[in-house]
């Protein structure tokens, strides 16, 4: 047996976990969303996803070939970015316009600014926030979801097949979204049609069950910690509760938290390991920042949704918040 002492730098602590077995672990637990959102969307919804992963892993390649950097598309993160931004999207969105989205994350948000674990926002949310600002009209088509559990329910009742359950098309009609009719003051649909995914927007957005499925997957492996996206989609709900347009204390505090992207960006986007706090107290503050800018813009903007944007501002606070709320070392003054 060698019984020679290997001296070595820090970390002296090591652990198994690569960013090729983290990023495998997300790109499992948006499979519920994404296979979600192609049940109720269609084929469109599959060659959207499709066209923008692949947009996404080839634009990762060609521009460490040009920065002439080692290849890193075997890690991974390239196919969540891709994944992430197809969910975060419009089921009709012209193809093109995401391989745009796709350019825009990869190319400008990541790899300029050296590659994963550089960049200073996410990447999916900044593409998306790209395109929506980019191509306002497009991101903002929303369709009514194919309403397959219905159909079925009545398959079962009367024998027949219905046309709903075989078709692989979206219905291209405008259709508002839940966040949409509330801001208009219409009748929203029920929490079990959110739950469920009969409602419009994006492709991965619109069933909750789906995505509480991957979120807790992600929480078992302990790829996440429950802190971020507990804590966000609370204070949603409490703040939507109190500071309702109708009067205090009346709002619809489950309706904000199962409407828009706010699951979806709560489990898979606030997390990110990059753009989020390191220190325990600092992912307090971030995730009540993200809530109560995403309640803010909610209700007092002209937006319905506002989880993106308060996601990238906290992104852009992270370092603030690091520095003010790192320990003190052992024997030290604390130096802000």
């Given amino acids: 047996m060698d019984k020679r002492l290997n001296v070595s730098s820090s970390p002296h602590i090591r652990h198994g976990a690569t960013t090729q077995k983290i990023m495998l672990n997300v790109i499992i637990a948006l499979l519920p969303a994404t296979l979600a959102g192609i049940y109720f969307f269609g084929a469109r919804a599959a060659l959207l996803i499709f066209v923008t992963v692949l947009?996404?892993?080839?634009?990762?390649?060609?521009?460490?070939?040009v920065l002439k950097r080692n290849n890193t598309i075997g890690d991974l993160s390239a196919v969540v970015t891709g994944l992430l931004l197809a969910l975060n999207l419009p089921p009709t969105l012209p193809i093109w316009m995401a391989v745009v989205g796709a350019f825009f994350a990869i190319v400008i948000v990541k790899q300029l600014f050296g590659g994963l674990g550089y960049n200073f926002v996410n990447p999916a949310l900044a593409a998306r926030a790209f395109l929506l600002v980019s191509f306002g009209s497009d991101m903002s088509k929303w369709t009514e979801p194919i309403n397959r559990i219905t159909a079925l329910a009545a398959e079962a009742v009367s024998g027949t097949t219905s046309g709903a359950t075989s078709g692989a098309t979206v219905d291209v009609s405008t259709y508002a979204t839940p966040l949409s009719i509330l801001k208009d003051g219409g009748e929203p649909?029920?929490?079990?049609d959110m739950f469920l995914g009969q409602t419009g927007g994006s492709v991965g957005e619109v069933c909750a069950l789906a995505i509480i499925i991957g979120g807790l997957y992600l929480i078992i492996k302990g790829v996440i910690s429950w802190h971020i996206p507990v804590i966000y989609t609370g204070t949603v709900a409490l703040m939507a509760w109190v500071l309702a347009p109708e009067g205090m204390f009346t709002g619809y505090?489950?309706?904000?938290?199962?409407?828009?992207?706010?699951?979806?960006?709560?489990?898979?986007?606030?997390?990110?390991?990059?753009?989020?706090?390191?220190?325990?107290?600092?992912?307090?503050?971030?995730?009540?920042?993200?809530?109560?800018?995403?309640?803010?813009?909610?209700?007092?903007?002209?937006?319905?949704?506002?989880?993106?944007?308060?996601?990238?501002l906290m992104n852009v606070a992270t370092p603030l918040i690091d520095r003010l709320t790192r320990p003190r070392r052992f024997g030290g003054a604390t130096h802000v």
């Fill in 253 to 312: 505090a489950l309706y904000h938290v199962l409407a828009g992207g706010l699951l979806l960006g709560a489990f898979f986007m606030a997390t990110d390991y990059t753009t989020s706090p390191m220190t325990k107290k600092g992912t307090v503050i971030y995730a009540l920042g993200c809530g109560l800018l995403t309640i803010v813009f909610r209700l007092y903007t002209g937006m319905p949704e506002g989880v993106s944007y308060a996601i990238l």
């Fill in 55 to 65: 947009a996404s892993v080839g634009f990762e390649y060609l521009s460490r070939l």
């Fill in 189 to 192: 649909p029920s929490l079990l």
